[in-house]
């Protein structure tokens, strides 16, 4: 079975600061993919990120970046120079064999001034 | 380009009651998929429309149920509403399979 697991609820951080979210991941597939979706109070779903298995490379967008570490299964996301706008719901999500997408329960991050 | 839109927004029924929800894609996408978000079970995947034909379904009952058009546009359907049906409902459509692009969901209340 596919799962995806975000093990912090809640975070924290302090504006201009840098947060790590983590996601661990559990599959049989050899080919996917990862993506981090936020998703602010306005409830738009906002693809952040995105991270292909097959790839070493860690993706990195402006102020987010990945950790992947396909051997432990693992995806954390890092976004430096927090902002206040980053405070947000924040699902990492697992996708294989066209469309079929697992989402984590999520991490609400805050920011503080 | 515009974004993915979902009709309506809100909607309040009452239990035993049928809802039709609809979801036009992001133009020249072909993959609509369903959601159904709430605060206990977060997201959980309903089902996933490619060329008018379902390609990919959640766990969720046959009282769930959707349909694609020939243009993309998709509806979903709940019959017999219960209580718990109340959630906020998200589609969201790719182009390439590789990466979902989401709408503003519809929020339903089931009295």
């Known amino acids: 079975a596919q799962t995806v697991t975000q093990s912090q609820p809640e975070m924290s951080v302090q504006e201009a600061e840098t947060v790590t979210l983590s996601c661990t991941y559990d599959t049989s597939e050899s080919d996917y993919y990862l993506f981090w979706y936020k998703q602010p109070p306005s409830r738009q779903m906002i693809l952040v990120i995105r991270q292909e298995a097959y790839k070493q490379q860690n993706a990195t967008e402006n102020r987010f970046s990945v950790n992947f570490q396909k051997a432990a299964k693992s995806f954390s996301l890092k976004i430096s120079d927090s902002q206040l706008g980053d405070a947000a719901m924040y699902f990492c999500a697992h996708q294989y064999n066209f469309n079929k997408f697992y989402f984590g329960s999520g991490t609400k991050l805050n920011v503080k001034p | 380009k515009a974004g993915v839109t979902q009709t309506p927004r809100y909607l309040i029924k009452t239990r035993g009651q049928q809802v039709t929800l609809s979801c036009s894609p992001i133009s020249g996408h072909r993959s609509v998929s369903w959601y159904q978000q709430t605060p206990g079970q977060g997201l959980q995947f309903l089902f996933e429309?490619?060329?008018?034909?379902?390609?990919n379904k959640g766990n969720f009952p046959g009282r769930f149920s959707g349909r694609q058009f020939s243009n993309s546009r998709s509806e979903m359907n709940v019959s017999t509403l219960e209580l718990g049906d109340s959630a906020l409902y998200l589609c969201a459509s790719s182009l390439s399979g590789n990466e979902q692009y989401f709408g503003p969901g519809t929020r339903l209340t089931v009295t």
């Open positions: 429309y490619f060329s008018e034909t379902q390609r």
